[in-house]
């Protein structure tokens, strides 16, 4: 079973900035990895993917201010938030891209708290 550990979390002001990682227990080369959040009382949601060849895309609520990165030999991803907000505090979560054959079990997550 594959493990993944994210790491990286905290509280921060609004307008500013925080580096999530996430490491999973075997290589991720070519796979598509996503990063997800979950806010109190809601349903997890997409975040971003980035894909084998380093493309990304995003949702609309964090484009512009998040970015996606990967290390492959590190079987890491990165999320680079600038530019926080209230409404992006949540749990943040790694695994692979929506509707991919692989879909590993969800790790602890690490929790993003922004304050106004």
């Known amino acids: 079973q594959v493990q993944l550990v994210e790491s990286g979390g905290g509280l921060v002001q609004a307008g500013g900035s925080l580096k999530l990682s996430c490491t999973a227990s075997?290589?991720?080369?070519?796979?598509?990895m996503s990063w997800y959040r979950q806010a109190p009382g809601k349903q997890r949601e997409w975040v971003g993917t980035?894909?084998?060849?380093?493309?990304?895309n995003y949702a609309n609520y964090v484009q512009g201010r998040f970015t996606v990165s990967r290390d492959n030999a590190k079987n890491t991803v990165y999320l680079q938030m600038n530019s926080l907000k209230p409404e992006d505090t949540a749990v943040y979560s790694c695994?692979?891209?929506?509707?991919?054959?692989?879909?590993?079990?969800w790790g602890q997550g690490t929790q993003v708290t922004v304050s106004s």
């Open positions: 075997r290589s991720i080369f070519s796979i598509p």
């Open positions: 980035i894909r084998g060849s380093g493309s990304t």
């Open positions: 695994n692979t891209a929506p509707g991919h054959t692989y879909n590993w079990a």
